[in-house]
């Protein structure tokens, strides 16, 4: 082959690389398994919570919003609904941090700007004073697809030319079309179920001795200022940019697994404090309602009902719901709020 043929065979690898990358970015716009550019036109599954729960944001129909960490994720839509006269959607994120969680909520509801819904009456928010306290204020989850999240079409090639949005996403929910499948539903999305009991829900602790306990931590003025920072960057503007919006913030029910933990580490009182602390400023937001479980004694110490130190079965989720509903557990102001953390 001489040059002129190098070149041209060149030219066509180019080409037909070229036209391919094309045809598969046009695919995955008009399949759009994420939901990032318009509404499902296809059967879909529901999955791989970071990418695909802007996209549910952005484009399904809700007026509210039920969402936390991977305490949030065998919450029942249709419960919530049935209790709540809503039409609502869950965001769940497991392991999400407190910077992640509100810059979702931010981009749904609106935050600096308008978000993508301005008909959410209602947020019901799997809240975790621990995080606020413990992890960095400003930086979310490392992982996030940041590309789903914004407008910039030039980043879209990620999403466009990604072989798991086309094989994992795509082709998967074609097929679902074609064999007729389900889409999946809230109630299942990203719902699970472990074995549950004591040697469960204590795996994670060590022998405690009481004499070796660690000496007890106080919660300071740095503690208090890096909540304060944390509520005012992450939490307080969602909130204060949507006071039509009820917040419903959960406080959920860590066993007393948990509190055993915190014991052997000189948490006890810090933790409590750090709450009190984020709780109080809570209180003064008008559209601010708060739900604590922590105290009933009773479910916190039936182990029998908790997969580790925090998580419990499905059946604690769906009676918390039914809680809330009957007006119980809420803390309406300081008096009860120092009867809760007590």
Not at 138 to 145: D, L, S, V
């Amino acid at each position: 082959m001489d040059n002129r043929e190098y070149t041209s065979f060149f030219k066509i690898v180019i080409y037909t690389v070229l036209i391919l990358c094309l045809i598969v970015m046009v695919i995955n716009i008009i399949a759009d398994p994420f939901f990032h550019y318009h509404k499902p036109i296809t059967r879909y599954r529901l999955y791989n919570e970071r990418y695909i729960n802007d996209g549910i944001a952005r484009q399904f129909e809700y007026d509210a919003i039920i969402t936390g960490n991977s305490l949030s994720q065998n919450f029942k839509v249709t419960q919530y609904d049935d209790l709540f006269g809503t039409h609502a959607i869950k965001l769940p994120f497991a392991g999400a941090n407190t910077a992640e969680l509100w810059s979702s909520l931010g981009r749904a509801v609106g935050k600096e700007k308008p978000g993508y819904n301005e008909r959410v009456k209602e947020i019901l928010v799997c809240f975790d004073c621990e995080d606020i306290v413990n992890e960095d204020y400003m930086e979310g989850y490392a992982q996030a697809p940041e590309y789903l999240y914004d407008d910039n079409l030039f980043n879209d090639l990620e999403y466009l030319l990604n072989k798991e949005t086309l094989y994992k996403g795509t082709i998967y929910n074609v097929l679902m079309t074609i064999k007729g499948r389900e889409n999946t539903d809230f109630d299942e999305y990203s719902a699970w179920e472990k074995p549950t009991g004591p040697k469960m829900a204590c795996a994670p602790l060590d022998l405690i001795d009481p004499e070796k306990v660690d000496s007890p931590i106080v919660f300071g003025e740095e503690d208090m200022n890096y909540a304060k920072a944390s509520l005012e960057y992450n939490v307080l503007p969602v909130i204060r940019a949507n006071r039509d919006i009820r917040f419903k913030i959960l406080l959920p029910p860590a066993s007393i697994a948990k509190w055993a933990e915190y014991y052997d580490d000189g948490e006890v009182a810090y933790r409590i404090d750090g709450m009190d602390y984020i709780l109080s400023t809570l209180l003064n937001e008008e559209n601010v309602s708060i739900f604590g479980f922590a105290d009933d004694t009773q479910l916190i110490t039936d182990l029998d009902r908790y997969c580790d130190t925090i998580h419990y079965d499905a059946g604690i989720s769906e009676w918390m719901l039914n809680e809330i509903a009957s007006g119980r557990h809420e803390i309406t102001d300081y008096t009860m709020l120092n009867q809760y953390i007590e």
